[in-house]
């Protein structure tokens, strides 16, 4: 089974390589599909449980009006639904097909399987235009953007930082990292599926 | 023209991909043979340059007894064969030739022409595994091993401080990064030679 996860930037393009990735090596997909598992597995509404785990990114976040007065803590329900999103990833690994997850802290969560990990990133320019390109994105000026996507990377960081000391985007914790700033996205796809199947070869 | 910069921790075999690199490339490899170059210019001895590159990199780390007690400065001549070094370096990109080029900041000194900049890596124990495999090696311990890895980075890392503010191994200033604590280099240089035209696509 090769399993191949994809952490990215805000705006990295690292969705688009990743659901790319998986249609080039004809690996099967997950990413928001596992919240509707999830609120399924916890009867409860799939919004619901994606704000709730948006918010629990955001939320930790410290909190600084002029001093830091401390972090939101995750809601029981919260961790709950972060400890049924773990589990749904992990039976998704016990089923051996070959696949590619993109965010959720996968590379953590499935360590024992020895996934390729891939970590996308790009300048912040490349970020603001990336991201106010997309249809579902109603900021219109590059300023708000900027801050948007610098809040939810530090969100992603410190999520993780709730599982695990291996630190997000650090390349020490990657097989290979991939600076998007100058490549349109789809033409990356063939050379990097090629450069992750011997990675996985190598880890076997 | 197409350049590519490898820049990489010591052990990690860096110098073997880009030396296949270019051979996959077709394009010109520079690594040790500027040496020749700048000695020749200076009409100073090939190994006195040398080891007065190597010492430069290694003295520019802070000596420590318990409390540091300075850096060494780079004497005159040093800072003038290091200048020598970057000017025949200019020179090899105004050939217009399509090269590789390994170590030597060249991603630094060759900026304005925009290379596709590599820095390769790998985890402490492949790096050891790797260095002391090399017949030129005369040290036996892991233990020696593992220091003289680290000291040779940290040199790196501070003599790539003397020219610019880019810090040496942060992925934001390279177009890719890669692990190669468990593959064989020899495997990852096709997918990585038809990556690396991408990118260099993408900047043109």
């Known amino acids: 089974m090769n399993i191949i996860t994809v952490s990215r930037e805000f705006g990295s393009g690292g969705r688009e390589l990743?659901?790319?990735?998986?249609?080039?090596?004809?690996?099967?997909?997950?990413?928001?599909?596992?919240?509707?598992?999830?609120s399924g597995n916890l009867k409860l509404d799939e919004t619901y449980v994606s704000r709730k785990l948006d918010a629990a990114t955001l939320h930790s976040i410290p909190l600084t009006y002029g001093r830091t007065i401390g972090r939101t803590r995750l809601s029981m329900?919260?961790?709950?639904?972060?400890?049924?999103?773990?589990?749904v990833i992990r039976e998704i690994a016990r089923k051996g097909e070959n696949f590619v997850i993109v965010g959720r802290n996968a590379d953590v969560v499935l360590k024992d399987y020895h996934p390729a990990n891939l970590f996308v990133y790009a300048d912040m320019?490349?970020?603001?235009?990336?991201?106010?390109?997309?249809?579902?994105?109603?900021i219109s000026s590059e300023k708000e953007m900027a801050k948007l996507i610098a809040q939810i990377d530090k969100g992603r960081k410190k999520s993780r930082e709730l599982l695990t000391n291996l630190a997000w985007g650090e390349k020490a914790n990657y097989h290979l990292c991939?600076?998007?700033?100058?490549?349109e996205i789809k033409k990356i796809v063939a050379p990097v599926a090629e450069l992750v199947k011997t990675f996985i070869g190598g880890m076997e």
Chains 1, 2 share one sequence.
């Open 178 to 183: 991939i600076n998007t700033s100058d490549v």
């Open 77 to 87: 329900e919260t961790a709950q639904i972060m400890a049924e999103q773990h589990k």
């Open 125 to 138: 320019d490349a970020k603001i235009r990336r991201s106010m390109s997309r249809k579902e994105n109603d």
């Open 18 to 38: 990743g659901k790319r990735l998986a249609d080039a090596l004809g690996y099967a997909y997950y990413d928001k599909e596992i919240l509707s598992v999830v």
